[in-house]
Nanobody, 124 residues
Framework: QLQLVESGGGLVQPGGSLRLSCTASRFTFDYYTIGWFRQAPGKEREGVSCISSSGATSNYADSVKGRFTISRDNAKNTVYLQMNSLKPEDTAVYYC?????????????????WGQGTQVTVSS
């Protein structure tokens, strides 16, 4: 079973930056597409970004395009989400998840392993 652990969340002012990390426990990490999702209070969880197993393909939700960048280092079993120009509406619990499908959708039923989440709060 693949275990995922997110880190890097915290409190940041609007316009600031954070880098989230998603670290996996198994050497087969590079078989998986990794997605980042977020859930704000009172809202449904939504897909934010994903990256294919090789790192060759990535996608972003319209709400974060141009501000967030996803990357992965398979040698370190880690995927990163660099978040710049943060807005209060980015406040949410951020989750990473692993899928054996390609990075073409954010269907939650395609993601079989999930982390516990990390809180991101954007506020002055």
């Amino acid at each position: 079973q693949l275990q995922l652990v997110e880190s890097g969340g915290g409190l940041v002012q609007p316009g600031g930056s954070l880098r989230l990390s998603c670290t996996a426990s198994r050497f087969t990490f590079d078989y998986y597409t990794i997605g980042w999702f977020r859930q704000a209070p009172g809202k449904e969880r939504e897909g934010v970004s994903c990256i294919s197993s090789s790192g060759a393909t990535s996608n972003y939700a319209d709400s974060v395009k141009g501000r967030f960048t996803i990357s992965r280092d398979n040698a370190k079993n880690t995927v990163y989400l660099q978040m710049n120009s943060l807005k209060p509406e980015d406040t949410a619990v951020y989750y990473c998840a692993a899928s054996r499908y390609g990075c073409s959708s954010y269907r939650e039923d395609e993601y079989v392993y999930w982390g516990q989440g990390t809180q991101v709060t954007v506020s002055s």
